[in-house]
Structures are given as structure tokens and as C-alpha cells.
């Protein structure tokens, strides 16, 4: 068990860029969420896969942003046309369906906009 | 949706203290979780703890589901429980999804030497 792992790490972007993001969840886990977390506050949802289904959406989650979990195991998250409100941390968690679990986060991805 | 309120919000504390941080929520919750975010911003997992409670070295957390409050408590402070402290809550009609964990704003600890 390797943990939910991020790619990249960090991102820097000028304004009206396109940029995405990877995660890897744990392996055995087949629930998949973002979150994005701006600085002095908690992570906020963004959506929620289980296995390649898309099942929850947050009104956060504005037309700019898609993601998608094509073969049920890593998740990408895109966001297009990218505004300097974008710059937060994007987290990615991931969690079984194994009652008495919760969920696992990645280190996180740190995008700035120029 | 529900509100999730962590008290206090900041804590400065001399190595070796005790403490105990606060978490009350609004509503019902199918799972609580307490993190600790690290300086680098790694949430990293301490307790999954919708009801009762466990213990985990010096870091034991209690879970009062009917009158809606979580405590976590830090005996013996040292310089490394330094960072942020978020409780999050899975609440079963949260209008941000039924899986979705709404956080806390945190409390933010420093240990001092």
C-alpha cells in the first residue's frame, strides 16, 4: 500500500491555460473524490467517482472543471481556461466501500495562476 | 448543509502540555474523521470516529453522536503535533453529496519548545 499519490506537485499557469491533474488512489479503493482547499481554510468537495461512475458533483464544480476516472482506477482533473481564483490546492481522497473506513488523501496538487 | 464549528482556533501550547480540541456539528453524521495537515499540507489521518471512543498513543478521540460533538485530546505535546487539526463529517442528505466530508476550519496548533 503506496498511498494516494499526486501528480504533479506543484503547477504554476498563466491565466486562460488549460491544465490537469493526476491522482492514484490506493489500490484496493474503488470511491475516488476531489477536494480543493484555498489558504486558512478546509478542503471543500469538488465530486466523488465510485469505480468510473461520477455520482456526486459540488456546485463548486463550475463548467471549466471536468474530471474522470475512465477505467475505474486514476482520476483526472481538468480545468480549463484558468482564472486566478483557480490557485488553491486540489486533494485527491479515496476510501472502500469496507464499513468502519474513511477516506485517505494524496499530497496534494498546488496550482497557481498567473 | 452542515455546519461544522472547531474550537479554538488557534492554540499555542509549551511542549509537554495536554490539550483538547473541540467539533460540533449540526446534524446527524454517517462518519467523522480527525486529520492533521503538516506544514507541507498532507491531511493525515487520525481517527475515524462516527461514534464512541478510541485511542491512539497520545492522541485519544471521543464521539458524542446524540449531542453532536467530537473531542480530540493531545497528551504530552511535542513539536511535531505542530500544524492544523480539521474534523470533517459525512452528513447522509448533505446537499454537496452523501459521501462528501464538509471540514471543520481547523484548529491550528504550535508546540513550542
Known amino acids: 500500500d503506496t498511498g494516494v499519490s499526486q501528480d504533479p506537485r506543484h503547477k504554476i499557469t498563466k491565466r486562460g491555460q488549460n491544465v490537469t491533474f493526476r491522482c492514484d488512489p490506493i489500490s484496493e479503493h474503488n470511491r475516488l473524490y476531489w477536494y480543493r482547499q484555498t489558504l486558512g481554510q478546509g478542503p471543500e468537495f469538488l465530486t466523488y467517482?465510485?469505480?468510473?461512475?461520477?455520482?456526486?458533483k459540488s456546485r463548486l464544480l463550475s463548467d471549466r472543471f471536468s474530471a474522470e476516472r475512465p477505467k475505474g482506477s486514476f482520476s483526472t482533473l481538468e480545468i480549463q481556461r484558468t482564472e486566478q481564483g483557480d490557485s488553491a490546492m486540489y486533494l485527491c481522497?479515496?476510501?472502500?466501500?469496507?464499513?468502519?473506513?474513511?477516506?485517505?488523501f494524496g499530497p496534494g496538487t498546488r496550482l497557481t495562476v498567473l | 448543509g452542515i455546519q461544522v464549528e472547531q474550537s479554538p482556533p488557534d492554540l499555542i501550547l509549551q511542549e509537554g502540555a495536554n490539550s483538547t480540541l473541540r467539533c460540533n456539528f449540526s446534524?446527524?453524521?454517517?462518519?467523522l474523521q480527525w486529520f492533521h495537515q503538516n506544514p507541507w499540507g498532507q491531511l493525515i489521518n487520525l481517527f475515524y470516529?462516527?461514534?464512541g471512543t478510541k485511542q491512539n498513543g497520545r492522541l485519544s478521540a471521543t464521539t458524542v453522536a446524540t449531542e453532536r460533538y467530537s473531542l480530540l485530546y493531545i497528551s504530552s505535546s511535542q513539536t511535531t503535533d505542530s500544524g492544523v487539526y480539521f474534523c470533517?463529517?459525512?452528513?447522509?442528505?448533505?446537499?454537496?453529496?452523501?459521501?462528501?466530508?464538509?471540514f471543520g476550519s481547523g484548529t491550528r496548533l504550535q508546540v513550542q519548545p
Open positions: 481522497a479515496s476510501s472502500s466501500t469496507r464499513a468502519g473506513d474513511g477516506q485517505y
Open positions: 470533517a463529517v459525512e452528513h447522509p442528505r448533505g446537499d454537496t453529496g452523501r459521501r462528501a466530508l464538509t
Open positions: 467517482f465510485q469505480n468510473e461512475a461520477q455520482l456526486e
Open positions: 470516529i462516527p461514534s
Open positions: 446534524d446527524s453524521v454517517n462518519n
